[in-house]
């Protein structure tokens, strides 16, 4: 089965940018679909973006044009790279994997432990 361990959290101020990676092992990122999600204390975790074996992919209504999902295979590392922040994009930041094309609903096998991003206004 697959490890997964975030980085790249951080704070930043509203406008800026920041990227998060996501570094997998035990298997190859080939193998699976992955995705990007995020929660704060109370709330449910939303998917924010997610990427299948080809390459698609498929992101939240209030971040698409802002953040982009890739995947380095040959670095079995995921990333995030979040542009135009807003306060409200302030959460814990988790990466998952699975082998099926889960999207960005919440039934993914694996998951990291999570990194937190705090924007100010």
């Known amino acids: 089965q697959v490890q997964l361990v975030e980085s790249g959290g951080g704070s930043v101020q509203a406008g800026g940018s920041l990227k998060l990676y996501c570094a997998a092992s035990?298997?190859?990122?080939?193998?699976?679909?992955m995705g990007w999600f995020r929660q704060t204390p109370g709330k449910e975790r939303e998917g924010v973006a997610a990427?299948?074996?080809?390459?698609?992919?498929t992101y939240r209504y209030s971040v698409e044009g802002r953040f982009t999902i890739s995947k380095d295979n040959a670095k079995n590392t995921l990333y995030l790279q979040m542009n135009s922040l807003k306060p409200e994009d302030t959460a814990m930041y988790y990466c998952?994997?699975?082998?099926?094309?889960?999207?960005?609903?919440?039934?993914?096998?694996?998951w990291g432990q999570g990194t937190q991003v705090t924007v100010s206004s």
């Open positions: 035990g298997e190859t990122t080939s193998r699976y679909c």
């Open positions: 990427i299948d074996r080809t390459g698609s992919a």
């Open positions: 998952a994997a699975d082998l099926l094309p889960i999207g960005l609903s919440r039934g993914y096998a694996y």
